[in-house]
């Protein structure tokens, strides 16, 4: 691979290998149909659009690596590609490029994060709740240490799962401290680990491990209600007392706040009024570090969607 995405600039010519993604296709208003995807390698992304498009890749693409023959163009005053021609890798591309120059992987040492983990479910006190997390835990370990934490937003790339969960046990192990008077920390930090654990069977995986849509009971159900239908099962098969059962499935449902944003019932206790608040925590701040990454100190961002607003990145005091 010669063309890094970070390098590109507008007005370059370039044909390579990316991963692509958010993939559509739509009609304009004379009805010709056009592509809008992403297109992102290891140091970043740009939006694409291919016009008068007749195929062959669709949505069942999202996530495969395609050679792309392109130009990059300005757009609302953002760079964005223009494909004049697009396939799908296949044998007669390899050795052209190498997965890891392609592949975004979370910023952590992934070693020391699974550590962190660990440690801080081994330090839950209470052994009824320990025993569900750390069952969880090991059940889950092969995708929990590899997958994203979603397929767009945040945390979109490998590893990020683990990331988002030890930043976010990390945060609640602290708060719980601050907030000892009204806050169990031992089921704060269960429900913690346990609120994304489904996630791996909420999404379907293209063959490079990134997002690339949704199982069936993934988009009928959602990873909130797999999770506490399955800590529902494990604290059964533990003979966990029901209430603390309830109360992690609880934390589970109502770990997006609202049910405008996704929650199955709203917070009704002051450990899952908290976890929401560090989960909304965590996944902005990572919003808001890729939308600064490419913003020169002093300028704002282009419109961020999941923020409804563009950001400034302001000049950093030592």
Not at 103 to 109: E, F, G, K, R, T
Request: hydrophobic residues 35%.
């Amino acid at each position: 691979m010669s063309t890094r995405m970070a390098d590109l600039q507008i007005g370059d010519s370039f044909t390579d290998y990316y991963v692509i993604s958010d993939i559509h296709v739509r009609s304009d208003r004379n009805g010709r149909p056009f592509l809008t995807a992403s297109l992102s390698d290891a140091s970043g992304s740009l939006p694409a659009k291919m016009w008068d498009y007749s195929g062959p890749l669709s949505e069942e693409d999202n996530a495969r690596v395609v050679k792309v023959q392109g130009t990059v163009t300005e757009f609302n005053a953002q760079p964005q590609v223009t494909i004049r021609q697009l396939r799908a890798a296949d044998e007669r591309d390899a050795g052209r490029y190498r997965t890891e120059d392609l592949l975004p992987c979370a910023p952590i040492d992934t070693e020391r994060a699974l550590a962190d983990v660990r440690e801080l479910t081994g330090s839950i006190s209470d052994p009824d709740y320990r025993r569900a997390a750390q069952t969880m835990l090991e059940r889950h370990m092969e995708t929990f240490r590899t997958i994203p934490a979603a397929k767009s937003v945040h945390h979109e790339y490998l590893h990020g799962l683990l990331m988002h969960t030890a930043y976010m046990m990390r945060t609640a192990d602290y708060l719980a401290d601050l907030y000892s008077h009204i806050i169990d920390r031992n089921l704060l930090l269960a429900g913690t680990l346990l609120h994304d654990l489904a996630k791996d069977k909420e999404f379907s995986f293209s063959p490079l491990g990134l997002v690339s849509g949704y199982t069936v009971s993934g988009d009928l159900l959602g990873h909130l209600y797999l999770g506490a239908q399955e800590t529902a099962d494990v604290c059964h098969e533990l003979e966990i007392p029901e209430e603390k059962s309830v109360l992690l499935q609880h934390m589970i449902l109502s770990h997006h706040g609202d049910p405008e944003f996704g929650a199955c019932v709203p917070p009704r206790c002051a450990e899952s009024e908290l976890l929401s608040m560090i989960d909304r925590i965590d996944s902005r701040m990572e919003i808001y570090t890729k939308a600064c990454e490419s913003v020169p100190e002093g300028n704002f961002s282009a419109p961020v969607f999941s923020l409804g607003k563009s950001v400034y990145r302001h000049f950093l005091t030592d």
